[in-house]
C-alpha cells in the first residue's frame, strides 16, 4: 500500500528480538562505561576491564610469530579456502602442542579450527541445543555461554563456585541439577571471571561427577598457559579416559594477539562416545557452514609454536604473577573491596563489593558508572559475569598503570565512604 507521496505505509520486516535478549557482553558493558567518561578529566583513562594488553609494549607478541605469519602470507600458499576444520598442518601443530600439555595423544582430525574461542563456543552451544535440552554453566562465568544459549533457546542451569574454597566447583550442587535431557558442564579453567586455578584432584571429581551423571565436559582452557600460582595448570584432557572432554582455546591469550583471531575446538574421547552420540557430526555438520579462521593465520600456526621460545611464556607468566601480587596487596587498602582469592592465573579476578562502607551507591554497576566518571577508570560491574555487587577486574597491563588504576579506586572509594 502507498500513502500520497508514493512511500509505503507498511513494511513486513522488524528485527530479530532474539538478539536483543541475547546480546548480554563484556564488550556491551565496557562500551557503556567508556561513554560514560568525563570529558574534562584529563588523566589517562585506565582499561581495568577487559583482558586485551596489546596496547603495552611488554604485553606484545613474540617477534617470531609476528615473522611467522608474514612469511605465511608472502608465501601465497594460504590464499585460498580451506577444508571443513581447518589447514591441515595447523590442526596438526595444534594437536600436538595440547598433547605435549598433557591431554591424550590428539590427531589433526582431533582437533576444528575457530574463528577465536568466540566461536567455538557458539558452536557447542548450537550443537546441543536440541529441543528440551539444557547445559550447565559455573556461576559467576563467561556471558559469551549465557548469550549464545539464550539465542540458541539451550536451557542453562547455574551451579556455584564457592570463593571461600579458592573458587572450587559446587559438585553436590551440580548433582543435583542435572536430569535427562543435561548434555554438558562447562568448565573454565584457568577461570575468567575468578582468576584460580583448579587442582588436579579437584578436577578429576568433576571428571569422575560427569561420568556418574552420564554428561560430558566442555573445558575452556583460553588461559592455560598463564598459571602462575601455587596450582599448576592441568588440562582437562587428561581425565578423557573417565569423561569425554571438548577442549576450547585459543592463541588469543597465549600469544597476547587476540586480533589474530584462531581457536579450537578439541576432542578429547578415547573411546569414541562424542562420535557415538552424534557431537563430532553436528560439529562438522556446523562448521560446513560457518565461516573459516583467516587462512594465513592457519598457515603460520605451525611456525608460531616451532619458533617461539619458551622465555616468551615465562616472561609473561612473570609480569602477571608481580601484577596478581600488587592487585591483591593494594586491594587490601580499600576498605569496600575484598579479594577472596588471590589469582592463580588468567588476566582477571573477583572482588567483593561490601556497599554497606559507601554512600550513595546501591550497586555495583552504579559504583563502576561513578567510578568512571570521576576517575576515568574502568572496571567490570559483577552483574555481567553472574554475581552482583561483585567486581571483575583486569590486570593484564603494565604494573604502572594497574598501581595509578588501584589508587584512583581508593582514592574513589575514600570519597564515597559512608560517614561514621
Known amino acids: 500500500m502507498e500513502n500520497g507521496n508514493g512511500s509505503h505505509e507498511k513494511w ?5 528480538a532474539e538478539l536483543n535478549t541475547a546480546s548480554i557482553s563484556v564488550r556491551g558493558v565496557l562500551n557503556t562505561l567508556a561513554k560514560n567518561l568525563n570529558s574534562d578529566d584529563r588523566r589517562p583513562t585506565i582499561m581495568l576491564g577487559r583482558g586485551d594488553p596489546t596496547e603495552f609494549a611488554s604485553f ?7 615473522d611467522a605469519v608474514s612469511d605465511a602470507v608472502q608465501s601465497f600458499k594460504f590464499n585460498s579456502y580451506c577444508p571443513t576444520g581447518g589447514v591441515l598442518e595447523a590442526r596438526r601443530a595444534i594437536a600436538e602442542l595440547l598433547s605435549c600439555d598433557g591431554s591424550n595423544q590428539l590427531l589433526p582430525e582431533d582437533v576444528y579450527l575457530t574463528v577465536g574461542c568466540t566461536q567455538a563456543i557458539e558452536i557447542i552451544v548450537s550443537v546441543l541445543a536440541r529441543p528440551g535440552a539444557n547445559i550447565l554453566l559455573p556461576k559467576p562465568g563467561y556471558p559469551q555461554y ?9 536451557e542453562v542451569r547455574h551451579f556455584n563456585l564457592i570463593p571461600e574454597k579458592g573458587w572450587e566447583v559446587d559438585l553436590d550442587a551440580v548433582e543435583a541439577l542435572v536430569d535427562d535431557n543435561t548434555a554438558a558442564i562447562v568448565v573454565i579453567n584457568p577461570s575468567n571471571p575468578c582468576g584460580n586455578v583448579f587442582t588436579y ?4 571429581k568433576i571428571a569422575e561427577t560427569a561420568k556418574k551423571l552420564g554428561i560430558f565436559v566442555i573445558s575452556d582452557e583460553v588461559y592455560g598457559r ?11 584432557g587428561k581425565f578423557s579416559s573417565i569423561v569425554p572432554v571438548l577442549t576450547l582455546g585459543s592463541i588469543s591469550k597465549t600469544w597476547i594477539v587476540p586480533g589474530w583471531r584462531l581457536g579450537w575446538i578439541a576432542k578429547n574421547d578415547p573411546k569414541g562416545i562424542l562420535e557415538k552420540s552424534g557431537i563430532v557430526d553436528s560439529i562438522k555438520n556446523y562448521l560446513d557452514i560457518t565461516c573459516d579462521p583467516a587462512t594465513f593465520v592457519q598457515g603460520a600456526m605451525p611456525q608460531i609454536i616451532e619458533r617461539t621460545k619458551e622465555s616468551f611464556f615465562s616472561n609473561i607468566i612473570g609480569i602477571m604473577r608481580e601484577a596478581a601480587d600488587i592487585l591483591y596487596e593494594m586491594i587490601k587498602e580499600i576498605p569496600c573491596l575484598t579479594c577472596p582469592h588471590k589469582p592463580d592465573g588468567s588476566m582477571v579476578v573477583l572482588v567483593k563489593l561490601n556497599l554497606s562502607a559507601l554512600e550513595g551507591i546501591d550497586d555495583d554497576i552504579q559504583f563502576c558508572l561513578k567510578l568512571s566518571k570521576e576517575e576515568s577508570v574502568i572496571v567490570l560491574p559483577g552483574v555481567t559475569v553472574g554475581l552482583k555487587n561483585w567486581l571483575r577486574i583486569t590486570f593484564a597491563v603494565e604494573l604502572s598503570v594497574l598501581k595509578e588504576g588501584l589508587q584512583r579506586m581508593k582514592a ?5 565512604a559512608k560517614k561514621q
Open 12 to 16: 513486513n520486516f522488524r528485527g530479530n
Open 60 to 66: 606484545w607478541t613474540a617477534p617470531p610469530a609476528a
Open 146 to 154: 549465557e548469550a549464545r544459549a539464550a539465542f540458541d533457546h539451550l
Open 201 to 204: 584432584q579437584h578436577l578429576k
Open 226 to 236: 598463564l598459571a602462575f600460582g601455587s596450582n599448576p595448570f592441568v588440562p582437562m
Open 412 to 416: 574513589f572509594s575514600q570519597r564515597h
